[in-house]
């Protein structure tokens, strides 16, 4: 059995849980009510605050720690829109080539078609997703660093992981956010932080911190932690993402320091030799660690069919792309074939994306049906769409046998794996600021375990090469910015700007806005150019 059971409690200021039956390596705790004691009645030995860590993994895995239908850790919307890798999902995939959505839930059609404004609801669930992720690993360390107790011998250990994890979230900020309210654990309590930072400071703040954690922090060692926890090559990995977009984020290309990095990566985590073992229900066992000794994941997000229950993560990425369309036979897909016992029919793949893989490429993993290709129109009267369907993410082991359950999915959500690492040296030897040797290699690699041939070391090549081998994993957004076509039109796809052939649109959706509530709250703030 892959997962290991165990509670999760969060007894402080910030966060207000119950108990969640959950997994992050062999974190087993006991569970402690949170409405009856305060931070110092619970914070008193060494297993507290192994619990309170937890909960620092469990916010990117869950909605709370009440179960899918449970209380979520956020109001104002749905617990399965409002988890953490759903909602980074529809904001760096939804409005990209990759994916559409059928639903006409709120204002989900606008994300898609690049016409959001600042009080869009999927918006602002990444938005206060982020900040109270970054709260929870604040009050963690803040917790930890100000505690007398004796026994607390992994405190440096376990600060380090969260520091580690509030690292990704600041990541997804600068991302997604650009300029923002900025928060550590002197903070005060309570707080989603006063100062606005500019988006070049906390680029360099954010390159400290990582210096810092990989210099001589208590971090575990590239793939030398438990299962499902971070270690230095998580954080070796946003360094490398943090250079890769330093020309867009600081101002200033560092394409030759992510190259180095990216260099340290690759000789710490090997591919994998078959890419679609990565997405199985048993791809915990091709993660780098101390208890699987995997080889090319280096941080997943756990999921268990059994012990995690979310409506976001990989489940929504499985069920929701499966379809049933009422009255035609030809256009339902079998569920069974991704490991489901029944489907939520809502996400197609753009034309102008799958137009982009050959035939024998084996990361193309579509149910075509009777769909159209190419996307006519968002939402039919039986509530379809067109476009063919992605069957990337399966809840089924990599050998066939079936997962543990089917109502919901044991498929771990892969943050980073090291083929992106490959591909970002090769895209930094195409921008000049690498060797082009290496790059070509590395590009021939990725695709050679695809099944596919080689192709030149070419910017528009890597830019099409990424979103085949890294779709639906939260980065294609980031890249189209990164290569000038997310907003112009040098680059169309099915509904870009609202039409069905595409069109640009204004560039000032390269950045999200900030919470209207929080501009109302925080005098400091600023909204972002053109909202």
Same mark, same amino acid.
Not at 507 to 524: C, D, F, K, R, T
């Given at each position: 059995m892959k997962k290991i059971k165990y509670f999760i409690i969060a007894a402080i200021a910030l966060v207000a849980t119950s108990s969640l039956s959950s997994c992050v390596g062999d974190l087993d705790v006991t569970p402690i009510d949170p409405n009856t004691v305060l931070p110092q009645d619970v914070l008193k030995d060494q297993a507290a605050f192994t619990s309170l860590l937890a909960k620092c993994y469990q916010g990117l895995a869950c909605s709370s720690s009440h179960g899918e239908n449970g209380d979520p850790d956020m109001y104002g919307i749905d617990g399965g829109f409002g988890q953490y890798i759903r909602a980074l999902i529809n904001t760096e995939e939804l409005p990209t080539d990759v994916m559409t959505c059928c639903w006409n839930d709120g204002n989900l059609f606008d994300i898609h078609n690049m016409s959001w404004n600042a009080s869009n609801e999927f918006v602002l669930s990444m938005y206060y997703r982020i900040f109270y992720q970054i709260g929870i690993c604040n009050e963690f360390i803040r917790q930890s660093k100000a505690t007398k107790i004796s026994g607390y011998n992994l405190k440096d250990a376990y600060i380090a992981e969260a520091r580690a994890l509030r690292l990704l979230s600041w990541y997804h900020a600068i991302d997604m956010f650009g300029n923002v309210p900025f928060s550590d654990e002197n903070s005060s309590v309570g707080s989603l932080g006063g100062e606005r930072i500019e988006r070049a400071d906390l680029f360099d703040w954010m390159v400290t911190e990582a210096e810092d954690l990989l210099g001589g922090s208590a971090l575990a060692a590239p793939g030398k932690n438990e299962y499902g926890r971070a270690d230095k090559g998580m954080v070796q990995m946003i360094l490398a993402k943090l250079y890769l977009n330093a020309e867009i984020w600081k101002g200033t290309p560092m394409y030759d320091k992510c190259a180095a990095i990216c260099e340290t990566i690759i000789s710490e985590y090997p591919l994998h030799n078959n890419y679609n073992d990565l997405f199985s229900a048993d791809n915990h066992l091709f993660s780098a660690n101390t208890t699987y000794n995997g080889d090319e994941l280096i941080f997943v997000s756990p999921q268990d069919g059994i012990q995690i229950h979310s409506w976001g993560s990989t489940n929504f990425l499985v069920f929701a792309s499966t379809w049933a369309v009422t009255g035609d036979p030809d256009r339902t897909m079998d569920v069974s074939q991704v490991g489901i016992s029944s489907g939520w029919s809502g996400l197609s793949l753009t034309g102008a994306f799958t137009s982009k893989f050959e035939g024998s490429d084996t990361r193309g993993n579509f149910f075509k049906g009777g769909f159209e290709q190419y996307i006519d129109y968002l939402r039919g009267p039986n509530g379809e769409s067109n476009g063919w369907k992605s069957t990337k993410y399966k809840n089924i082991n990599h050998d066939g046998t079936a997962a543990q359950a089917q109502g919901f999915v044991d498929t771990d959500f892969p943050v980073f794996r090291s083929a992106d690492a490959y591909l970002m040296y090769a895209e930094c030897a195409a921008r000049g600021q690498a060797d082009k040797g290496k790059g070509q290699n590395y590009l021939n690699a990725v695709r050679a375990r695809a099944g596919v041939g080689n192709i030149d070391l070419t910017l528009s090549n890597i830019i099409d090469e990424r979103g085949r081998e890294l779709y639906l994993e939260g980065f294609r957004r980031q890249d189209l910015i990164r290569f000038g076509l997310f907003t112009t039109s040098d680059y169309l796809w099915?509904?870009?700007?609202?039409?069905?052939?595409?069109?640009?649109?204004?560039?000032?959706?390269?950045?999200?806005?900030?919470?209207? *509530?929080? $501009?109302?709250? =925080? *005098?400091? $703030?600023?909204? =972002?150019?053109?909202?």
């Open positions: 099915d509904f870009k700007g609202g039409v069905q052939k595409g069109q640009a649109v204004d560039s000032h959706y390269n950045l999200y806005p900030i919470s209207p *509530g929080e $501009l109302n709250a =925080n *005098g400091n $703030l600023k909204q =972002n150019p053109g909202y």
